[in-house]
């Protein structure tokens, strides 16, 4: 009985915004259908989801471009949150290498595609880097933002104590700056999905946003949509697992969003 009832209070918590995804893809319909647009400009939703059934090349495509999203994702996770603590630790670190890191930052992505090239060739290595470098430097800042709020009389209580540097770290300073650490994460889910669209848009010869730049020689527009739905299907589903564990891992009067 209490599964059902878990069950209905998430139908009931979520089903207003399932009701706006319907109700936007019915408007994508009828307006395609009642303005009788040309599909080579706007395909309705049904001529979208058709397209699946075409080829064979979408399942490897989507699972190409999945894995350079949360392969780019993954590594700034751990590199910024890493870093972050290194920065906590540091005080000469911190204030060397934060400005040089949000120097290179203002360094425009789309350029350094060319030089991901050369150096890492073509392929899923480039662009899971590229993923990383947009993604990256969100997680370090709010990593240790939230690594300086954590109460100082406390961190200098459990010193006294003769507590470690990770027995700090693990036991106030990680479990304080969670609720930060999140909000950093779930703005890099946006940042590392357009990183490895932008990869594939430069140096790819796989994945769905080298299948757009294909589809788009062919004025195969219902594919470039239904690309750009799986492109959306995916950070959806990465950004849906961090809500997941930041609802495990954080209390819900803690969370900043």
């Known amino acids: 009985m209490g599964g059902w009832m878990a069950v209905l209070t998430y139908i009931r918590r979520y089903w207003i915004a399932v009701a706006a995804h319907l109700a936007v893809l019915l408007a994508w319909q009828l307006f395609v259908q009642l303005g009788e647009i040309e599909p080579y400009i706007m395909p309705s939703p049904l001529a979208t989801i058709m397209t699946l ?3 064979n090349a979408w399942v490897h495509n989507t699972l190409f471009t999945a894995g350079e999203i949360f392969g780019g994702y993954f590594c700034a996770v751990v ?3 890493s870093m972050a603590l290194f920065f906590s630790w540091s ?27 050369v150096w890492f060739s073509y392929g899923m290595g480039s ?13 370090l800042i709010t990593t240790a933002r939230g690594l300086q709020e954590v109460e100082p009389d406390l961190i200098d209580l459990v ?7 990770w027995q700090i770290f693990t036991k106030i300073q990680l479990p304080g700056s969670l609720p930060f650490i999140f909000s ?5 889910v946006v940042l590392a999905v357009a990183g490895a669209i932008v990869g594939e ?3 790819s010869e796989e994945g769905l946003g080298y299948l757009m730049m294909q589809r788009q020689v062919e004025l195969d527009t219902a594919s470039m949509f239904m690309a750009v739905l799986l492109i959306t299907l995916i950070g959806s589903v990465l950004y849906g697992l961090v809500i997941m564990l930041e609802k495990i891992m954080v209390p819900r009067d803690a969370r900043l969003g």
């Open 53 to 55: 059934g075409d080829d």
């Open 91 to 117: 005080k000469l670190l911190d204030a060397a290498l934060m400005p040089l890191l949000i120097s290179l930052n203002m360094i425009p992505k789309v350029a350094l595609g060319p030089i991901f090239i």
């Open 127 to 139: 662009n899971i880097l590229m993923a990383f470098a947009i993604s990256f430097l969100p997680i």
């Open 79 to 81: 590199f910024g949150v």
């Open 159 to 165: 010193r006294t104590l003769r507590a470690s540097r």
């Open 201 to 203: 848009f430069i140096a």
């Open 184 to 188: 950093g994460m779930k703005v890099a």
